[in-house]
């Protein structure tokens, strides 16, 4: 229990670190837009500011979300899943990452392949796991030369519903992964391959995510290179 | 003309003329291996002129009539890629070639070799603390040159205690036993532990961290004595 | 002045470029180190000012390779980023080393510091461009 307990104490602090990295760029991005106000005041400098207050704080907000939601599922020693409809979560998420996605020249592309009932998991976890993720994906995206576009898919495979975030990034490995999720927190950049800075939101998700039993692996999808994870359909009749 | 095959890592590049390199490797058998890399700055597309820094290479030159040879090929065979992923261990990867890039004339061989080898295997493997990383380094690089201090007997040649507390000389280079001194006999075990043995070997010694962040700043100082500036 | 500006965030990138355009400089912006190499290939910088951390090579590995080209020893950096100098292990001899002109700590530089360092750095680039 105790040994559990340091452990847990141990990997918080690393995550908050890589988190507490990932939240200084949004402040300074306000900043600089008020400056700019300041210095040339004017509609459109205005409209600026609003937009990118809204659109920055919005993900550092998100992700302080996620990452406080892992700690108080901590607390919990199992976690009781329920039936939740994952296009819906899909379909919020895209929602949610759009104006995000738009401001960083970033093409959202939603993939859900056939119908299919509900999977277990965890609403609340699912949706800001995968807002985490993606808003580091469209970041990681914005920062190649000939970036393109993020896509969501929810696809059924021979062990469970699995849903992912896929782009062009080729450098994206299990390797890498597997190594950044040691480095986290002690690393400048442990998915340096991926994107500039601390990648937390890729941290969060994971984290959140291996609550549910269902922790992301790399995967490849349609010649892309992305980050997916598997649910299991939920044995309650859908009603339609 | 004689073409020679070696292992080798780079040390430093710099320009020549208009479009070569001259680039120092360090190799096992020879010590110091300056090549001239040929038409690479004429397009400047790859960082690091298509030789990577922190790896192994296997490099064919044409040896000429002059110290400096004619790089006919290279091949990567490590790339030591974690070193570059936290600025802290690229700026003491950079450090050490520096170093050893100043420091080696005539000198080289497989023991220098075999130093940077090991050292760049520690700062590539995150999990060794980067202090025990430098310290490594930097004591094993003064007992190459014959510079490590006694660390076997105090300033008056006498057998040291675990009871002694213990200062440093710079002027003598030795440890003294001082009443208020910062420094215990185990501090004095792990200098000797470092100055024979890669860092890899060195994880069980018990209370590392903390020894460790006590006596890099020393190890520094000590370095500063006798090799460029740290 | 021509400034090289390798920044990997595009929301901070348009805003440095939008304050310095419009102080009359012309902005080569990039996002990473080897796109970074390339731009100061075509068109020599009067500065150049770089994120300490990029995606795939680092500022300070873009560093040592723009400072090994004999072309670009004697160019103004600006070295930038979120993380405070001391935290990242660069000391300012290493600083020195990498031929770093100013380390600018993100959260407390303002757009204005950053316009007054560059003045300080390139005095005689001051006369406006004519766009």
């Excluded at chain 1, 307990?5 to 008020?34: D, T, W």
């Excluded at chain 1, 970041?139 to 495979?157: C, D, F």
């Excluded at chain 2, 400047?44 to 002059?66: D, H, M, N, P, Q």
Aim: charged share 20%; with cysteine.
């Amino acid at each position: 229990m105790a040994a559990r307990k340091r452990r847990l104490e141990v990997e918080n602090g690393l995550l908050f670190a890589s988190l507490a990295e990932q939240v200084k760029e949004p402040f300074v991005q306000i900043a600089h837009a008020a400056e700019l106000l300041r210095l040339h005041p004017g509609k459109n400098e205005l409209e600026q500011l609003f937009t990118t207050i809204t659109l920055t704080s919005e993900s550092a907000l998100k992700l302080i979300d996620g990452y406080l939601l892992n700690v108080r599922l901590q607390q919990a020693s199992e976690l009781p899943l329920e039936p939740v409809s994952l296009s819906s979560i899909l379909y919020d998420t895209a929602q949610d990452l759009d104006s995000y996605a738009r401001a960083h020249d970033c093409e959202l592309d939603l993939q859900i392949k056939g119908k299919y009932g509900p999977v277990m998991g965890r609403h609340d976890v699912l949706r800001t796991a995968l807002q985490s993720l993606g808003y580091a994906f469209i970041e990681a995206i914005s920062q190649q030369e000939n970036h393109s576009k993020l896509t969501l898919i929810a696809r059924r495979t021979s062990k469970g519903m699995s849903t992912g975030m896929y782009s062009d990034i080729d450098t994206l490995s299990a390797q890498l992964f597997k190594q950044a999720k040691v480095l986290k927190g002690l690393a400048r950049q442990p998915l340096s391959n991926f994107t500039a800075g601390s990648g937390a939101g890729v941290f969060v998700a994971d984290a959140l995510l291996a609550r549910l039993k269902s922790p992301m692996k790399v995967s490849r999808y349609g010649g892309q290179n992305g980050l997916s994870l598997t649910l299991q359909s939920s044995g309650q009749l859908s009603l339609v | 003309m004689k073409q020679q095959t070696t292992e080798g890592i780079v040390l430093s590049r710099i320009d020549y003329g208009e479009a070569d390199r001259i680039i120092t490797f360090l190799t096992p058998e020879m010590g110091k291996v300056r090549v001239i890399a040929k038409g690479v700055r004429k397009q400047k597309s790859k960082l690091a002129g298509g030789i990577e820094l922190f790896s192994v290479c296997t490099i064919t030159y044409i040896e000429g009539k002059s110290d400096i040879k004619t790089l006919v090929s290279t091949r990567l065979q490590t790339h030591y890629g974690q070193i570059v992923k936290d600025i802290d261990r690229t700026m003491l990867g950079y450090e050490i070639l520096k170093i050893l890039s100043k420091l080696l004339e005539d000198e080289g061989g497989q023991e220098y070799y075999d130093l940077l080898l090991s050292s760049l295997e520690a700062l590539d493997n995150l999990e060794t603390p980067k202090d025990l990383a430098e310290a490594s380094f930097l004591l094993r690089l003064m007992r190459l040159l014959g510079h490590l201090p006694e660390f076997t007997h105090d300033i008056k040649g006498r057998q040291m205690s675990s009871n002694d507390s213990l200062q440093f000389s710079f002027d003598d280079m030795a440890f003294f036993v001082a009443p208020s001194g910062p420094f215990s006999l185990n501090h004095v075990k792990l200098l000797r532990l470092l100055g024979h043995n890669p860092p890899g070997s060195l994880f069980s010694v018990k209370d590392l961290a903390k020894y460790l962040s006590e006596l890099t700043p020393l190890v520094r100082q000590m370095s500063r004595q006798y090799l460029v500036s740290f | 002045m021509i400034i090289l500006l390798l920044e990997p965030n595009r929301l901070l990138a348009n805003q440095y470029k939008g304050y310095l355009e419009n102080e009359g400089h012309k902005v080569i912006w990039k996002l990473n180190a080897q796109t970074g190499i390339g731009a100061a290939d075509e068109q020599k910088p009067d500065v150049v000012i770089v994120e300490l951390l990029l995606a795939g090579h680092s500022g300070v590995e873009f560093l040592y390779e723009f400072r090994s080209y004999s072309d670009w020893v004697n160019v103004p950096v600006i070295l930038m980023s979120s993380v405070v100098q001391s935290a990242a292990g660069l000391s300012d001899g290493a600083l020195q080393e990498l031929g770093v002109n100013a380390y600018l700590y993100k959260p407390e530089l303002s757009l204005e510091q950053l316009g007054r360092t560059l003045k300080l750095l390139v005095p005689s680039k001051q006369k406006r461009l004519k766009s």
